[in-house]
């Protein structure tokens, strides 16, 4: 059974930070690139980073990027989004994707809420 499980989302005041943890199973980890999307109310699902299989090549959305890093752990299965400097309008459902490049098979996660608020 394919699984992708985010966690660690929740509630922060502006400025503050949280990490997000997506944990993989039930396919090779190691043969999808990684990426974490975000849907914010009333907007289309946009790419907040991606990582690619062995984690040396990182991309961010221009919004974010210094802000975020996104890394991996193919050992433990796991996808981790490091977010500082949270802004108001980072707030969104974060989904964790896993995409693997021989033929586009993606897997997506139930999302995980991240509300950002004073």
């Given at each position: 059974q394919?699984?992708?499980?985010?966690s660690g989302g929740?509630?922060?005041?502006?400025?503050?930070s949280l990490r997000l943890s997506c944990a993989a199973s039930g396919f090779t980890f190691s043969s999808y690139a990684m990426g974490?999307?975000?849907?914010?109310?009333?907007?289309?699902?946009?790419?907040?980073?991606?990582?690619?299989?062995?984690?040396?090549?990182?991309n961010y959305a221009d919004?974010?990027?210094?802000?975020?890093?996104?890394?991996?752990?193919n050992a433990k299965k796991t996808v981790y989004l490091q977010m500082n400097n949270l802004k108001i309008e980072d707030t969104a459902v974060y989904y964790c994707n896993a995409i693997r490049?021989?033929?586009?098979?993606?897997?997506?996660?139930?999302?995980?809420?991240?509300?950002?608020?004073?």
């Open positions: 394919v699984q992708l499980v985010e929740g509630l922060v005041q502006p400025g503050g974490w999307y975000r849907q914010a109310p009333g907007k289309e699902r946009d790419l907040v980073a991606r990582i690619s299989t062995g984690g040396a090549t990182t919004s974010v990027n210094g802000r975020f890093t996104i890394s991996r752990d490049a021989i033929d586009y098979s993606q897997y997506w996660g139930q999302g995980t809420q991240v509300t950002v608020s004073s």
